[in-house]
């Protein structure tokens, strides 16, 4: 193969990755940036298996790529700040909390994982503020408490209609 064919079959191959990226990314609630180096492989496939299990997908692509598939964002230029060394993606594809609380857990007892920054509901959060996010219920949490307050006029209503009832039978 000629050194032209390889160039372009790698720019292609790039592209493809980049590509990739952006829809990942447009289809995640949240995706946060970990430093992974230093980490054995059997910590990190249960981290990964634990992720999966919340709907989300740990990823390792190159920095370069995905600088490239965030060029254009309003946020490309805090991520471009932390995608140095050995980088993994987290993408959140329906709890965005979910993966926050796993990763925040896992760094408890492998102090080697490092949290770096997200993208949370459209909002980029430094290292710094990433406490805010792990604090938040989840959205089962969430949808739990939302249908406990619904629940709760219904319920009123239940027992002001049986306190009448029997009123009126007593009377």
């Given at each position: ?10 720019a ?103 949290i ?5 509901e459209?909002?980029y ?6 406490s ?28 002001t ?11």
């Amino acid at each position: 193969m000629t050194e032209v064919k390889i160039e372009k079959k790698q720019a292609i191959e790039k592209q493809s990755v980049i590509d990739e990226i952006r829809k990942k990314l447009q289809s995640a609630s949240a995706f946060y940036v970990t430093r992974y180096d230093g980490i054995d492989v059997e910590k990190i496939s249960k981290l990964r298996k634990d992720l999966r299990a919340s709907k989300s997908e740990m990823k390792v692509f190159k920095n370069t790529l995905v600088k490239k598939a965030l060029e254009g964002t309003k946020y490309s230029e805090n991520f471009s700040k932390i995608l140095k060394g050995p980088n993994s993606l987290t993408f959140a594809y329906e709890d965005p909390v979910s993966p926050a609380k796993i990763l925040f857990e896992f760094t408890k007892k492998n102090q080697k994982l490092e949290i770096k920054g997200c993208l949370f509901e459209n909002e980029y959060y430094g290292a710094e503020k990433m406490s805010v996010i792990k604090d938040l219920p989840s959205k089962d949490t969430l949808l739990s408490m939302l249908a406990s307050v619904l629940n709760e006029p219904m319920a009123i209503l239940a027992r002001t209609l049986d306190a009448f009832r029997v009123s009126r039978e007593n009377s």
